[in-house]
């Protein structure tokens, strides 16, 4: 093959088909990414809203794919920005460069198994099992066979058998009645309708193209459950990597109720002797009455009487796998039934075993932790036992990193200035970049006997100007937020600032009960409209408040990462508190003991890193396009006052700061006025 062209010559080539511009930023972030792909060392490089990240990887990423005839695997976090790369940016990117590289470069789009219709479902029909109590509810159970003949009907018009591409969708119930999981799929080799499925074709077309974007979870369980299910790649770009560590724990995380033990006694049926299943059936009931005394939350140490029941439930569960046997050649439809509770009962013993392990180190070398969610006077919420890893960056090291380049990216990867933090949380050993700030986090390094995997760290900026375009409010005379809602003082603040903003407001605030409280207590003092998180889905929120300016959108967690209103409509981001872990949350609460028991600081490793990248994402949320201006108004006058507030803000954009109500009240009405003109 000849010499392709440099990675810039394609670059400027493919920004001018494109109709783009040349950005500095975006140059210098290709040739990183270029750099990382030469010599096999990793790459986190931040680069801010409008840096044109996605061609900034995409360019020396297909160069390489077609240049080594390799598969490059790119990952993302939301559906949205898998859209934008399947949907816009990939086919304009090979349109661009199809005559310079010779050929038109593939790509494809793969999901986890459970998001493509099995056809074999289709035609055998799903197995009769309640799993739940809607499934009692007449209401329930017909919506549940509308649903179910609308998806027979969709299996012959669809071309990709993709739930995405299902609109309007269909229950999570339904959907689970026509698909399988990876576990509990017959595999291509034994299924009669293997030829057809849905899942293979895109598993195969995937081997075949120069590109696959996939999701978070599935690059997780590629990498770290030991079987395949992406193409061989050399190079992975992981975007959106701030949200990597969540993804890769959720899909790390096992939790075991008695509803689980009591489908796998139904799934087991007349498989198997009834005594061996009213064995593992009486080890539920001994499960529930254990757990029907415990308390809610996390666990430090494993009660006697929990260790019985868990003991006994692997042991059932055990005993039904053996009976089970292995699989008959003679009875393909037996095998069905016996793959899908094969494949629970794998589950239940396996996270029995780990619950009983969990405790079996001391407390700076335990690997899991475990707590106990639900709800006992909800039925909907039956207690469960949970077991999910107190770090993943040991996982990462070695199933992610040590195979292949890494590429990671986002608008926001630093934190107190340096990309440390996430790089500890990563498995990536920390920089010798020294912190901008004096309160920053101590963790000491996991101990590991794997050779420390290269990587460094790169910021190419942003197109905006933050100093000129944004202005960072810490409201610093406000009383600190306490446990009884939010102070008088502070709806005062909000109705003055909403009202100088003319309305354009998104509220972010830590809770569902303050934002609530928020809109209820603001809507009687101001003239604009106030949506709220949960009166609408959040996507018709979010399009409400784009649409009309003067109104203002309240809401949590998701608003805080997801919101992209560039424009008139949002001026103003109101933050009420700093978004530290709740002191409950068990997970969050492990960790930092962790950290403690083997010396460092677990405050600032856990607590405020969570809290600096959250509050890095509100704020991402201000300017979105080059001529947007606006005001981050942070409420919590600990920003401003608290020794781990320097930590805080040095993760924020670069934004003028004040602690001013008047400065920023008079900035605001200029900014409405301007807008209005
Ligand atoms: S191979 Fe698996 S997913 Fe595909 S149709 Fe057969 S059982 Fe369903």
Redesign the pocket.
Known sequence: MPELPSVEELLAEAVEALGGKQRPGQVEMALAVERAIRTGEHLAVQAGTGTGKSLGYLVPAVRHAVAEDATVVVSTATIALQRQLVDRDLPRLATALKKTLGREPTFAILKG?RN?L????VHSGAPDEPEDEGLFDAFAISRLGRDVKRLHEWSSDTETGDRDELVPGVSDQAWRQLS?SAKE????SK?P??VD?F??RARAEAGRADVVVTNHALLAIDALEGYKVLPDHDLVIVDEAHDLVDRVTSVATAELSTAALAIAVRRCGRQIEEDVADQLSEAGEGLEIVLSEMPIGRLDAMPRALAGALAAVRDSAHRCITALGPERKEDPEGAVGRKLALALLDEIHDTAVRLLEAFDEDEAHRRDVVWLAGDFRDDSKPPTVKVAPLGVGGLLRERLFAPRTTVLTSATLTLGGTFDALARQWGLPASSQVPVVDATATEKEVPSDLSAPRWSGMDVGSPFEHGRSGILYLARHLPTPGRDGLPPAYLDELVELVNAAGGRTLGLFSSMRAAKQASEAIRSRIEYPVLCQGEDSTAQLVKKFAEDVRCCLFGTLSLWQGVDVPGDSLQLVVVDRIPFPRPDDPLASARQRAVEARGGNGFLTVAATHAALLLAQGAGRLLRSTNDKGVVAILDPRLATARYGGFLRASLPPFWTTHDPEVVRAALKRLDAAASA
């Open positions: 198994r493509y099995c056809m074999h479902r399988v799929c017959l595999g291509v299924c309708i293997g499925c899942a293979e």
